[in-house]
């Protein structure tokens, strides 16, 4: 499993939406996703349980 980019997000949280400490401490995964997706116009990443999510949902089929 991949360690969650913790760098990335702070920094992401701090310096790019200049959100004080307090205020990106009380986001939710979900809305810093929103934030991020605003922002650079891309989403982020499926995760392993998205991916098979999506598999199951729409299987190949032969």
Same mark, same amino acid.
């Not at 702070?10 to 929103?34: K, N």
């Given at each position: *499993?991949?360690?969650?980019? !913790?760098?990335?997000?702070? @920094?992401?949280?701090?310096?790019?939406?200049?959100?004080?400490? =307090?205020?990106? !401490?009380? *986001?939710?995964?979900?809305?810093?996703? /929103?934030?991020?997706?605003?922002?650079?116009? =891309?989403?982020?990443? +499926?995760?392993?349980? @998205?991916?098979?999510? +999506? *598999?199951?949902? /729409?299987?190949?089929? =032969?």
């Amino acid at each position: *499993m991949t360690p969650f980019p !913790w760098a990335q997000a702070i @920094g992401f949280g701090l310096g790019v939406l200049r959100l004080a400490p =307090r205020e990106f !401490w009380r *986001m939710t995964p979900r809305e810093l996703a /929103y934030a991020i997706e605003a922002v650079t116009g =891309r989403r982020a990443p +499926l995760d392993r349980d @998205g991916f098979a999510a +999506l *598999m199951k949902r /729409y299987p190949d089929e =032969r």
